[in-house]
Nanobody, 123 residues
């Protein structure tokens, strides 16, 4: 069992930056995907970025490449999402997820989810 707690959301103007954090507890120590997803009102949950716990591979949605950076600190059991050059279309609830060994962008493959943190970008 893994518990995930997100933090760092908030309101920012377009062009601004935010860093999301996801504190994980109960990690098994095995290699699996941890990712960030987002869901805007009336839209499906979409994969934003993902990274393996024990490998350097990272994955990004085309819409955030070059603007967002996913990273992890295994010593702190924490996942991060640095979001730069934010756009109004980035407004959504952002969720941290863990436990997938399947396609990084497939939400159904993740076993554990955080409660979500709201990101609002105004124009």
């Amino acid at each position: 069992q893994v518990t995930l707690v997100e933090s760092g959301g908030g309101s920012v103007q377009a062009g601004g930056s935010l860093r999301l954090s996801c504190a994980a507890s109960g990690s098994t120590g095995s290699n699996y995907l941890m990712g960030w997803f987002r869901q805007a009102p009336g839209k499906e949950r979409e994969g934003v970025a993902a990274i393996y716990t024990l490998a350097p591979d990272t994955y990004y949605a085309d819409s955030v490449k070059g603007r967002f950076t996913i990273s992890r600190d295994n010593g702190k059991n924490t996942l991060y999402l640095q979001m730069n050059s934010l756009k109004p279309e980035d407004t959504a609830t952002y969720y941290c997820a863990a436990g997938s060994r399947a396609l990084w962008y497939s939400a159904s493959g993740y076993l554990f989810w955080g409660q979500g943190t709201q990101v609002t970008v105004s124009s």
